[in-house]
């Protein structure tokens, strides 16, 4: 009679061992590699994700297996993106009933070419913003974390969001104004792109910022943020191009100063903005 509780108590230690293996070490394997991939072409069947081995660590607490691999790639006709790690969150539930049901992703990705990103994510998640963003930027180099969640259907919910830093691209907002070397911290979500410690150069002018919004607005973009400079000389070509709008009147050759200047506006789709406000301390 004795036997049965050392027996007892050693399948209840071999348990407790190997819960303590799977949820701090883990292991490695590719056997969700195929459900996982399919779960992507489900959202895009353009789209193609090629995993290398995957690992997997329990959380016994939430009863979610939390998966990771690096070197992957995401590909279709937009472009590819390289992505340095993927982390997803797989419920043991929807594995016992075998439906397999991805409920969280994020992608940490290498350097990228922003449009490249932009039109890849494009595939996935259509926006106004992106579409906004696409025009808008010509060249440059970003890197990113992107995390979005998934509903029982498998559909990416509204709540995603999109972070990192951009380095050395050029903007061009309207036909005059030509952003080049701007470097950035961007943080994006639904209807919202927030871009802080901003430096760039404008029409060869540098300029800083510490942040500027883009908010969706019925069928326009709000515009806000703040601008700064030091000491700059305005020749007559720019100060054509940047004060000449506002005052006609203007009658200077030459301008140096600095300023600290709040300014907003509205941009519709076919970039043409009104509602111009600004406020300078110069």
């Known amino acids: 009679m004795k036997i049965i509780p050392k027996i007892f108590i050693i399948i209840l230690l071999f348990i407790i061992i190997l819960l303590a293996y799977l949820s701090t070490i883990g292991f490695e394997t590719d056997r969700f590699n195929n459900q996982i991939e399919n779960r992507i072409k489900n959202i895009d069947k353009n789209t193609q994700l090629n995993l290398k081995k995957i690992k997997i660590v329990l959380n016994p607490f939430k009863l979610k297996l939390n998966v990771k691999t690096i070197g992957s790639k995401l590909k279709n006709q937009n472009g590819t993106i390289e992505i340095e790690s993927l982390k997803a969150q797989i419920s043991l539930k929807t594995l016992v009933e075998k439906k397999f049901l991805i409920e969280n992703l994020e992608v940490s990705t290498r350097s990228l070419e922003i449009k490249n990103l932009i039109s890849v994510i494009r595939s996935f998640q259509n926006s106004p913003e992106l579409f906004f963003l696409e025009k808008i930027i010509k060249?440059?180099?970003?890197?990113?974390?992107?995390?979005?969640?998934?509903?029982?259907?498998?559909?990416?919910?509204?709540?995603?969001?999109?972070?990192?830093?951009?380095?050395?691209?050029?903007?061009?907002?309207?036909?005059?104004?030509?952003?080049?070397?701007?470097?950035?911290?961007?943080?994006?979500?639904?209807?919202?792109?927030?871009?802080?410690?901003?430096?760039?150069?404008?029409?060869?002018?540098?300029?800083?910022?510490?942040?500027?919004?883009?908010?969706?607005?019925?069928?326009?973009?709000?515009?806000?943020?703040?601008?700064?400079?030091?000491?700059?000389?305005?020749?007559?070509?720019?100060?054509?191009?940047?004060?000449?709008?506002?005052?006609?009147?203007?009658?200077?050759?030459?301008?140096?100063?600095?300023?600290?200047?709040?300014?907003?506006?509205?941009?519709?789709?076919?970039?043409?903005?009104?509602?111009?406000?600004?406020?300078?301390d110069i």
């Not at 404008?202 to 806000?224: A, E, G, H, P, Q």
């Not at 005052?247 to 509205?266: A, Q, R």
């Open 139 to 280: 060249k440059g180099y970003l890197i990113a974390d992107i995390k979005v969640e998934f509903d029982t259907f498998g559909k990416i919910k509204d709540n995603y969001k999109i972070n990192g830093f951009i380095k050395d691209t050029e903007l061009r907002l309207l036909k005059k104004y030509n952003f080049q070397k701007t470097n950035l911290i961007f943080d994006y979500k639904k209807n919202h792109l927030s871009l802080s410690d901003i430096a760039t150069e404008l029409n060869t002018l540098n300029l800083f910022s510490d942040n500027i919004s883009i908010k969706k607005n019925k069928k326009n973009f709000f515009v806000k943020g703040i601008i700064n400079h030091k000491m700059i000389n305005l020749n007559k070509k720019n100060l054509d191009i940047f004060i000449k709008p506002f005052l006609p009147d203007f009658d200077i050759e030459k301008l140096l100063f600095s300023s600290k200047n709040t300014f907003s506006f509205n941009l519709n789709k076919g970039f043409k903005f009104d509602n111009f406000v600004v406020s300078s």
